[in-house]
């Protein structure tokens, strides 16, 4: 069993007592990032359905197909309201739920950004949202030490790289399949990790 913070100021911990209170954060932490599945499977699902929902519009030559990513209004509202109502009812949090938060939140901010200057590379955000959309993906599967978030962070940064030398309108289906492969995949996994 793993010491106290109370016994630490009296004593001098050994180093399997350092270890196990580290193993112990680790594994405190994979339980609240696994939970986290909400927003893999959330964001996946509204993310595939607005690229193909894009893709198709260019396709069938729509004036406007960038009316499609509205939904994702709905989904950031949902996903703060999910995430306060969460946070509320957690009893503690430890160090790698503040990496992981803080991680995600960069993430958003820097999504909001190219979204909000897209217009400067003439809205050619497809390849460079999945290149930044790698990072947290990987490390979130780092912090967990779940390779399949690992394995779609990798494919976040091939599509990302496929997405450099395809059509504008492909971009959105190899988007898509980005999604299906870094999102998708890993958070039903991770889900069902949750429910045993």
């Known amino acids: 069993m793993p010491p106290t913070f109370k016994n630490m100021e009296t004593e001098k911990l050994t180093a399997r007592e350092s270890l196990d209170i580290i193993t112990a954060m680790i594994e405190k932490a994979k339980g609240n990032v696994q939970r986290n599945a909400f927003y893999f499977l959330l964001w996946g699902w509204v993310i ?3 690229n193909l929902g894009m893709y198709t519009l260019l396709r069938v030559g729509y ?3 960038a009316l499609v ?6 989904a950031w509202i949902y996903s703060i309201y999910y995430g306060y109502r969460r946070e509320k009812s957690r009893a503690t949090t430890t160090h790698f739920d503040r990496i992981s938060t803080g991680l995600w939140l960069s993430f958003g901010v820097c999504i909001f950004t190219l979204v909000f200057f897209g217009y400067k590379i003439n809205f050619q955000l497809n390849p460079v949202i999945l290149l930044i959309t ?3 993906t990987f ?3 780092i912090i967990i030490r779940f390779k399949p978030l690992m ?3 990798v494919a976040f940064w091939a599509f990302g790289i496929v997405n450099f030398l395809v059509p504008m309108d492909l971009q959105f289906l190899f988007g898509a399949m980005a999604i299906v492969c870094g ?3 890993p958070g039903y996994m991770l889900k069902n990790k949750e429910a045993q």
Request: glycine share 12%; net charge neutral; charged share 10%.
């Open 139 to 141: 490390v979130s599967g």
């Open 48 to 50: 595939v359905l607005a």
């Open 151 to 153: 394995i779609g962070g």
């Open 63 to 65: 004036e406007r197909p």
């Open 134 to 136: 790698a990072v947290p």
């Open 69 to 74: 990513w509205l939904i994702t209004i709905p």
């Open 183 to 185: 999102y998708l995949v």
